[in-house]
């Protein structure tokens, strides 16, 4: 099994910034892609963004120039760097990570709010 603990969400005004850190514990594979996802009330959950553990990163357009995704591998941590945000922006965070053992395996945080005011 594998846990993921996320932190760092909260309320900022449009404009600002936020840091989201997603760590990962138990039975992780050494290839995997970690990321973050998102749900505003009445939406589906949609992609944020995705980094596997060779640096490969995939963005949503509605966040391209704006988020940053990294990864520190030795940690198992995941970050979302959340530059100008908008009040779009605001949603349940939800940090994921998909690893393959014989049959790919999808794990899921319990989520992180962050709320932007405009």
């Known amino acids: 099994q594998v846990q993921l603990v996320e932190s760092g969400g909260g309320l900022v005004q449009t404009g600002g910034s936020l840091r989201l850190s997603c760590a990962a514990s138990?039975?992780?594979?050494?290839?995997?892609?970690m990321g973050w996802y998102r749900q505003a009330p009445g939406n589906q959950r949609e992609l944020v963004a995705t980094?596997?553990?060779?640096?490969?990163?995939n963005y949503a357009d509605s966040v391209k120039g704006r988020f940053t995704v990294s990864r520190d591998n030795a940690k198992n941590t995941v970050y979302l760097q959340m530059n100008s945000l908008k009040p779009e922006d605001t949603a349940v965070y939800y940090c994921n990570l998909k690893q393959r053992m014989i049959k790919l395996y999808e794990y899921w945080g319990q989520g992180t709010q962050v709320t932007v005011s405009s």
């Open positions: 980094i596997s553990t060779d640096g490969s990163t």
């Open positions: 138990g039975s992780i594979r050494s290839i995997n892609v």
